[in-house]
């Protein structure tokens, strides 16, 4: 099997030799070639074909934004993954890339001058990333044996005793990753300004970055949306995304409930964790609630699922066309948890369709 072919672009000598360290260290995966500007990576792309691309976003001359989108014109297909700083600055400039067309980023170490560990938290970040956007070496989602017998024997459960069954929906979930904020910036829009209840979102993101985010989010939409802040008392037409580093939990707070963020233990290497939040909502809102799990990498979401289907909760995923990555929607449709698979289009008018649903019927009755 042919390994995958990595170009990387960086004006740093210190970030390349750090990137390059950090792969050659898979047998999976080989450097393609290097450049240190913008306009020599353009002229080594037809030269070297790499399978992927590493861009730095901050480069003199002509910046990665600028690569990309010349990159974009002539390979459109050709996956490229950015490098950009944990600061403002970074935060900014990576969404804007996000939305010309890059696949995935990575942030920089912080702290370069400790060489190991910047090594180390490049591969565990990068590694994962390339092998995804690379087809010859993408795997299927599959349900490990262990969980899967226990998963699909709820699902069935849960499903005979819930299908017919409508329930008023108090409050909408959302787990995001890979290819989140271009889904969200899809998906969001669609909500009505007198949108009856309130909307969390984890998107796996780093601090700063979640907090672009959800200001160019409400840019965008007619609801308003904004970083969580521990306290916060949830309200209809309204929508929080958990702040990076944090894990996000809903509590109730006497006739109110609200939000909760702390940073406990990473869950399924992540924090904020879908898990965490969907396990939250299970308890407080039991079978009140509309979880929807989008594009991204990994699992995540996938036991926090199990937890509301329990709970009697209803659960949307993003289908597979639609997804930039098939992992965390693949694995929640793949252990029958799912009551809908939806591209991205159709998720937005389902979830406002259901929730109104919900609350004409609670009415009624």
Same mark, same amino acid.
């Given at each position: 099997?042919?390994?995958?072919?990595? @170009?990387?672009?960086? !004006?740093?000598?210190?970030?390349?030799?750090? %990137?390059? !360290?950090? @792969?050659?260290?898979?047998? *999976?995966?080989?450097?393609?070639?290097?450049?240190?500007?913008?306009?020599?990576?353009?002229?080594?792309?037809?030269?070297?074909?790499?399978?992927?691309?590493?861009l730095d976003v901050h480069m003199p001359?002509?910046?990665?934004?600028?690569?990309?989108?010349?990159?974009?014109?002539?390979?459109?297909?050709?996956?490229?993954?950015?490098?950009?700083?944990?600061?403002?600055?970074?935060?900014? *400039?990576?969404?804007?890339?996000?939305?010309?067309?890059?696949?995935?980023?990575?942030? $920089? &170490?912080?702290?370069?001058?400790?060489?190991?560990?910047?090594?180390? /938290?490049? /591969?565990?970040?990068?590694?994962? $990333?390339?092998?995804?956007?690379?087809? +010859?070496?993408?795997? &299927? %989602?599959?349900?490990? &044996?262990?969980?899967?017998?226990?998963?699909?024997?709820?699902?069935?459960?849960?499903?005979?005793?819930?299908?017919?069954?409508? /329930?008023?929906?108090?409050?909408?979930?959302?787990?995001?990753?890979?290819?989140?904020?271009?889904?969200? *910036?899809?998906?969001?829009?669609?909500?009505?300004?007198?949108?009856?209840?309130?909307?969390?979102?984890?998107? +796996?993101?780093?601090?700063?970055?979640?907090?672009?985010? *959800?200001e160019r989010l409400t840019a965008k939409?007619?609801?308003?949306?904004?970083?969580?802040?521990?306290?916060?008392?949830?309200?209809?037409?309204?929508?929080?995304?958990?702040?990076?580093?944090?894990?996000? %939990?809903?509590?109730? !707070?006497?006739? +109110?409930?609200?939000?909760?963020?702390?940073?406990?233990?990473?869950?399924?290497?992540?924090?904020?964790?879908?898990?965490?939040?969907?396990?939250?909502?299970?308890?407080?809102?039991?079978?009140?609630?509309?979880?929807?799990?989008?594009?991204?990498?990994?699992?995540?979401?996938?036991?926090?699922?199990?937890?509301?289907?329990?709970?009697?909760?209803? %659960?949307?995923?993003?289908?597979?066309?639609?997804?930039?990555?098939?992992?965390?929607?693949?694995?929640?449709?793949?252990? +029958? @948890?799912? !009551?809908?698979?939806?591209?991205?289009?159709? @998720?937005? &008018?389902?979830?406002?369709?259901?929730?109104?649903?919900g609350r004409a019927f609670k009415s009624?009755?």
């Amino acid at each position: 099997m042919s390994k995958i072919r990595v @170009l990387v672009v960086d !004006d740093s000598v210190v970030a390349r030799r750090l %990137i390059t !360290d950090a @792969l050659t260290t898979d047998p *999976a995966i080989e450097i393609a070639d290097l450049a240190a500007t913008g306009q020599l990576a353009l002229t080594k792309i037809s030269h070297c074909v790499p399978d992927i691309i590493t861009l730095d976003v901050h480069m003199p001359e002509m910046s990665g934004l600028e690569v990309l989108v010349e990159i974009r014109k002539k390979h459109p297909r050709l996956p490229v993954i950015m490098f950009s700083s944990l600061t403002e600055r970074g935060a900014a *400039a990576t969404l804007d890339a996000l939305s010309l067309g890059a696949n995935d980023y990575v942030t $920089k &170490p912080a702290n370069v001058e400790n060489r190991d560990e910047a090594i180390k /938290r490049i /591969r565990e970040e990068l590694v994962p $990333k390339l092998k995804a956007f690379c087809p +010859h070496f993408s795997t &299927p %989602i599959s349900v490990s &044996p262990t969980s899967d017998q226990s998963l699909l024997s709820i699902a069935s459960t849960i499903k005979q005793k819930t299908q017919q069954i409508l /329930r008023r929906i108090d409050i909408v979930v959302i787990g995001i990753s890979t290819g989140g904020p271009n889904a969200l *910036a899809t998906l969001i829009p669609t909500f009505p300004s007198d949108f009856p209840v309130p909307i969390l979102i984890v998107q +796996h993101m780093p601090p700063i970055f979640t907090k672009f985010l *959800a200001e160019r989010l409400t840019a965008k939409s007619m609801i308003n949306v904004t970083e969580a802040n521990n306290g916060e008392r949830l309200r209809p037409g309204h929508a929080w995304v958990a702040p990076g580093d944090y894990h996000m %939990i809903v509590e109730q !707070d006497g006739p +109110h409930n609200r939000i909760r963020t702390h940073q406990e233990m990473p869950e399924n290497s992540c924090r904020p964790s879908v898990d965490v939040l969907f396990r939250s909502v299970a308890k407080t809102y039991r079978s009140n609630s509309l979880a929807i799990v989008m594009t991204g990498m990994g699992q995540d979401g996938l036991r926090g699922c199990q937890d509301l289907k329990e709970a009697g909760s209803q %659960i949307f995923v993003q289908d597979e066309a639609s997804s930039v990555v098939w992992g965390m929607p693949g694995f929640v449709a793949n252990s +029958h @948890l799912a !009551d809908r698979v939806l591209p991205l289009e159709k @998720l937005g &008018p389902e979830i406002i369709a259901k929730v109104k649903e919900g609350r004409a019927f609670k009415s009624a009755i």
